[in-house]
């Protein structure tokens, strides 16, 4: 498993844009499908991005779709969350987590700390 540490979190007015970055360890990280998630109080979890391990194919959650882009860097075993157009029901802690590529299904077995974003209105 790889480890995972978010960062580029904090408080931004609604119609702002904020960059989230995710670090991983490990000399595989090209092999892992990587994934944004978030957590609001009081609410489940909610898928919000993924990235194959190629970078080639991306994958949005409908709440996010044409305002968040997803990228990442093997070089810099790094995952990006581009945030542009935020709202306040984007305020959450978001996750970044990491799967191998293949035999994983749905299931995401690492995950970092989490990072807080509020959008105030």
């Known amino acids: 498993q790889v480890q995972l540490a978010e960062s580029g979190g904090g408080l931004v007015q609604a119609g702002g844009s904020l960059r989230l970055s995710c670090a991983a360890s490990g000399r595989t990280f090209s092999s892992y499908t990587m994934g944004w998630f978030r957590q609001a109080p009081g609410k489940e979890r909610e898928y919000v991005a993924s990235i194959s391990s190629s970078g080639e194919r991306t994958y949005y959650g409908d709440s996010v779709k044409g305002r968040f882009t997803i990228s990442r860097d093997n070089a810099k075993n790094t995952v990006y969350l581009q945030m542009n157009s935020l709202k306040p029901e984007d305020t959450a802690v978001y996750y970044c987590?990491?799967?191998?590529?293949?035999?994983?299904?749905?299931?995401?077995?690492?995950w970092g700390q989490g990072t807080q974003v509020t959008v105030s209105s």
């Open positions: 987590a990491a799967k191998p590529a293949v035999g994983y299904g749905s299931s995401w077995p690492s």
